[in-house]
């Protein structure tokens, strides 16, 4: 191999990513997040559901912080995962692939999971 033709050595923490590879990321990532809350939100429903006891257990825990901002994690994540699997299933069709259309609709999918979020945070939790 010539010089001239050696690989280079990528340096992860120096690429900048463009906001669809964040869009990506955030998608999977929020997937995986998802998949792994399902046995506490599966738990947390049977003992809300269960008694009179057990409603107000899960009330109780409701106002701790953590899991405040967990149960935000998990509405923005699914959101979030909403959102850019609808993108991904368009481009899938051959919508929106072209570089200014793909760029324009990570924004959109960024913008609209965080803002629904957030408001739907402020409704529920
Ligand atoms: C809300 C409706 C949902 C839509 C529209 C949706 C859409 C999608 C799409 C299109 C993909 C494939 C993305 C690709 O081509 O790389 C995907 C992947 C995935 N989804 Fe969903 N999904 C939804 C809900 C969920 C839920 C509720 C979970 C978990 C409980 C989940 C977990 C995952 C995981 C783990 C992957 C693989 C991610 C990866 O490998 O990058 N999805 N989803």
Redo the contacts with the bound molecule.
């Keep these: 191999m010539q010089s001239g033709q050696r690989p280079k050595y990528l340096n992860l923490m120096q690429i900048r990513l463009p906001l669809p590879g964040i869009v990506?990321i955030a998608?999977?990532i929020?997937?995986?997040?998802?998949?792994l809350?399902?046995p506490f939100i599966a738990y947390m429903l049977h003992v809300v559901v269960r008694d009179e006891a057990g409603f107000l257990e899960i009330r109780t825990l409701m106002d701790n912080i953590i899991i405040k901002l967990a149960l935000f994690v998990l509405i923005w994540s699914?959101l979030h995962?909403?959102f850019?699997?609808?993108r991904?299933?368009l481009i899938?069709f051959d919508v929106g692939v072209d570089k200014p259309t793909a760029r324009a609709s990570a924004a959109v999918v960024m913008a609209a999971a965080i803002v629904s979020a957030v408001i739907t945070g402020v409704l529920l939790i």
Aim: aromatic share 10%.
């Design positions: 990506s998608h999977r929020s997937g995986v997040l998802m998949f809350a399902i699914l995962h909403l850019a699997g609808i991904y299933l899938d």
